[in-house]
């Protein structure tokens, strides 16, 4: 019993081992897509070096490529490691099945054989009439039945277990196929990531002979991005202080009504209260004449007045609304933070946009990303650090600019290059480096609509830079890495 324990653990932590592994279709897809960015990488690498001297760009664009040619060995590796898996199980259960196939083999050679020894019908006659009785008779021949029965279902279950055998043994054979097509392939891959490694080492040498103009052209782009940077944060918080005054507006507006409403309540609460005293006054036969009120039953003057006639002396009355609120005594509360400041349909927004992390469309149809995000070193002085609060993404000439998500444009700027914002609620997405652009401030955008055309960088290559934007409850602001946004 223990042992069938054991074996059931062991058998399922195996399964749930496998389950969290990558399947093959995923890791296929995947060196698909590496293979495209390679070629597309290749491509436009090879029309920015024709006719041209080395430039950082080219050399982005070879570590990209170098970058992806790695991932895709690491996904060869994972495929080979998933194949080797399958091997292992197919010669398992192929192993088992011959057992199988064994034991009934035996099992049906035994039946054979004691059929052969009594074959002669005469051993069957003397079987049914050695019979004590028709009813032990009956059984005898429903046992010679069964027994014919039995060896037909041995046969059958042979043929059907040798059909299965021969099934797994050619799966076993096409996982060998591929394992060595995906050897050969990885072979080739790592034969060209020496190669490229050559050529990135020598434009790195090509490079560093221009210490002099690189240098000009990282502080000239360093400039450009504190000013597009600047200018990011500066709309951001115009659209922080717009969102929380449009919040208190609306907060004044809503104190406002409710003023008016309760003072509207007071005023026909008294009415109420007048008609309901002038209403008990008639049903008590009290009737008014002139300053005295008279009873019809004794005739006399009702305590309303004196003796002789005159009224009592009044008291003050209170002066009356003029049903109009007194705004100076509404409080206004401030919203704590941007996101409470949003209304419900830009929140709602804001909340697809998040859902959709990991699925936004690219914001060009082909490009790579040729710089990623975040703080790293120049690709030819390892001791200068570059900070990117997005990513680059090399691309064709005049590629589209598309929108990844709906949202508004809220600055047009020109930057050594246009910038289009989009706000989306709380997250804002930005795209720089555009030589023309379609949309304008306060226009409404839908996913995948073109706001412009790619531009061109310092090195005459086509690319865009593309970053995204979230602003936390404290109302700061921050950029988040927006390979983990698009599609991959």
């Known amino acids: 019993m223990r042992i069938f324990v054991f074996l059931f653990l062991f058998l399922f932590a195996a399964q749930a081992a496998r389950a969290q592994k990558p399947s093959r279709q995923d890791l296929e897809k995947r060196r698909s897509a590496l293979l495209k960015e390679i070629s597309e990488t290749q491509e436009q690498l090879a029309a920015t070096t024709k006719d041209r001297r080395a430039s950082v760009s080219q050399l982005k664009a070879l570590n990209s490529k170098l970058r992806a040619r790695q991932n895709l ?108 097509s995906l050897l050969k392939t990885e072979e080739t891959q790592q034969s060209k990531i020496q190669q490229e490694q050559e050529e990135t080492d020598k434009m790195v040498q ?39 005054k449009k919040a208190e507006e609306e907060a004044r507006r809503k104190a406002a009504e409710e003023a008016k409403r309760k003072a509207a309540e ?29 009873s019809l039953h004794t005739g006399k003057p009702t305590d309303n007045t004196s003796a002789s006639g005159t009224s009592p002396k009044s008291k003050p009355e209170a002066p009356v609304s003029d049903n109009k609120p007194d705004n100076s005594s509404i409080e206004i509360t401030t919203a704590p933070s941007y996101k409470l400041s949003l209304t419900p349909e830009v929140q709602a927004l804001s909340n697809s946009f998040a859902a959709n992390r990991g699925k936004l469309p690219w914001p060009v149809s082909n490009g790579f990303v040729s ?44 930057i050594n290059g246009y910038v289009v914002m989009i706000s989306h609620g709380e997250y804002f997405t930005v795209y720089s480096n555009l030589s023309s652009v379609s949309v304008s401030a306060g226009q409404n955008v839908t996913t995948k609509q073109t706001i412009g055309t790619a531009g061109v960088n310092s090195d005459g290559d086509n690319m865009i830079n593309f970053q995204i ?11 988040v890495n927006p390979s983990d946004w698009i599609a991959q």
């Not at 690189?214 to 202080?241: G, V």
């Not at 975040?374 to 002085?381: E, F, I």
């Not at 934007?469 to 950029?479: F, H, Q």
């Open 73 to 180: 060995i690491s996904t060869i590796n994972s495929e080979l490691g998933n194949i080797n898996s399958d091997i292992g199980q197919l010669k398992g259960e192929i192993e088992i099945m011959n057992k199988n196939l064994k034991t009934l083999k035996f099992r049906y050679a035994q039946s054979v054989r004691y059929a052969y020894k009594h074959r002669t019908s005469q051993s069957l006659v003397l079987f049914l009439f050695s019979s004590n009785s028709f009813n032990d008779a009956v059984r005898r021949m429903q046992y010679l039945k069964k027994y014919r029965d039995y060896r037909k279902t041995q046969a059958d279950n042979i043929r059907k277990a040798q059909a299965k055998l021969s099934q797994k043994i050619n799966s076993l054979n096409n996982k060998k196929q591929d394992k060595a």
């Open 206 to 244: 090509e490079l560093k002979g221009r210490e002099g103009e690189l240098m000009a052209q990282i502080q000239k782009n360093q400039r450009t991005a504190n000013q597009i940077q600047a200018a990011i944060k500066a709309e951001i918080q115009r659209e922080i202080a717009l969102a929380r």
């Open 266 to 294: 007071e005023l026909a609460r008294k009415k109420a209260e007048d008609a309901a005293r002038q209403q008990a006054a008639n049903n008590g036969n009290v009737y008014k004449a002139g300053n005295q009120s008279v």
């Open 371 to 414: 710089s990623p995000y975040g703080r790293h070193s120049h690709p030819v002085y390892k001791s200068v650090t570059i900070e990117n609060n997005g990513i680059d993404i090399a691309t064709y000439p005049r590629a589209p600019v598309r929108a990844v998500f709906s949202g508004t444009v809220i600055k047009v700027v020109n």
């Open 469 to 479: 934007w979230k602003v936390g409850s404290n109302n700061a602001s921050s950029t």
